[in-house]
């Protein structure tokens, strides 16, 4: 999921690159189940919830913090039922797992003109389906998500000055951890931008436009996560639970001997 640099619009490609349907969805069933492996919860905040049917093609741009981003977006598309997913990626990384290609990736030469060319005429092709969704990490490299200005690729700008019609949707991404052994995985919609609604700005206005968006969503995101309020989102998984190993193996004789019910989380939060 990466954004690569501006150039000149391509000319349009035919039609979407090939993907598999049912390997993708195949793909999300297995991503949800490693994600309850490896996190307490996905949780999604109540108050950053995305709009239950955005007008048009739909671009996602997600902050980039962690390899899970890939897992945890593949499963939030869930969220958009019956529209087809795709996300640009570095060529040489797709060249050596070239599955995802089957799951809707399309391979771009990063940092280069001919690698902008490629992911504005695909990703042309891709919007203009209205089913169609875009999934983009416009950072374009691993960056904390303490780091401020987000200073986004200015591919992202030039996407939405090309895309006539559609909606951009900010999505925030953190990992923090809270009171179990295995962290959560927290997610944050933010503001929707309506792109026919400022058909006027230019690539370098939009870019800022787009930092701004999901600035304030990475910002509100990280409030939610310093509160650590469960009630503060909807969980998605609920994963695992509690330290584990002869801590846990006590804690559970010890409920058995009091006539309790053994609840394996560390904290509060119930099961």
Known sequence: ????????????AAAPPARSAWLFRWFRRYARRDLARHFHA???????????DPPGPLIVVLSHASLWDLMVGLYLTELFPGRAVYTPMDAAALAKYRFLGRLGAFGIEMGTLRGAAQFL???????????????????GRFTDVRQRPLRLRPGVGHLAADTPRGTMLPLALEYPSWTERTPEALARFGEPLDLAAH?????????????????????????????????????????????????????????????????????EEAP
Request: aromatic fraction near 6%; hydrophobic fraction near 45%.
């Open 1 to 12: 999921m990466g954004v690569a640099a501006p150039v000149t619009p391509a000319r349009p």
């Open 42 to 52: 996905v949780r999604l905040a109540r108050a950053g919830r995305p709009p239950a």
């Open 121 to 139: 005429q695909t990703s042309r092709a891709i919007l203009g389906d209205e089913a169609n969704t875009l999934w983009v990490t416009a950072q």
């Open 199 to 267: 058909r006027g700005r230019t690539p370098r206005e939009w870019t800022a436009a787009v930092e701004q968006a999901l600035t304030a969503a990475m910002d509100a995101l990280a409030a939610d996560a310093i509160h650590q309020d469960p009630a503060a989102f909807e969980t998605l998984i609920s994963g695992r639970a509690g330290i584990g190993g002869v801590y846990d193996l006590w804690r559970r004789l010890t409920a058995r001997l009091r006539g309790r019910c053994f609840r394996p989380e560390h904290g």
